[in-house]
């Protein structure tokens, strides 16, 4: 069974940073491609950053370019959202999801071609 655990969201005044945790289990984790998709309240849900699963290419949306760094560490089956310069409208429960097998590259932004999805965690940015 496929587990996906979010951690290290929380609360942070505008302008700080945040590192949030995607614990993978129950496949290898090394052969697919990763992403984090966020929801804010009232809004659809959105994608943020994908990395492949080679971990050589990464995608990102517009919003969040230059600020927020995705990386994953085979090792640990553990992939990770770095996000820097954070502002309020990054408010938002933050959820990290596996790809389906094959999956192409410019596909990691859409989200029906992600199997599996964690339960999210919660960033709040304060102003």
């Known amino acids: 069974q496929v587990q996906l655990v979010e951690s290290g969201g929380g609360l942070v005044q505008a302008g700080g940073s945040l590192r949030i945790s995607c614990a993978a289990s129950?496949?290898?984790?090394?052969?697919?491609?990763m992403g984090w998709f966020r929801q804010a309240p009232g809004k659809e849900r959105e994608f943020v950053a994908a990395?492949?699963?080679?971990?050589?290419?990464?995608l990102y949306t517009d919003s969040v370019k230059g600020r927020f760094t995705i990386s994953r560490d085979d090792a640990k089956n553990t992939a990770y959202l770095q996000m820097n310069s954070l502002q309020p409208e990054d408010t938002a429960v933050y959820y990290c999801?596996?790809?389906?097998?094959?999956?192409?590259?410019?596909?990691?932004?859409?989200?029906?071609?992600?199997?599996?999805w964690g339960q999210g965690t919660q960033v709040t940015v304060s102003s």
């Open positions: 999801a596996t790809a389906r097998s094959g999956t192409y590259y410019y596909d990691l932004r859409r989200a029906p071609w992600y199997e599996y």
């Open positions: 129950g496949r290898t984790f090394s052969n697919y491609g």
């Open positions: 990395i492949t699963r080679s971990g050589s290419s990464t």
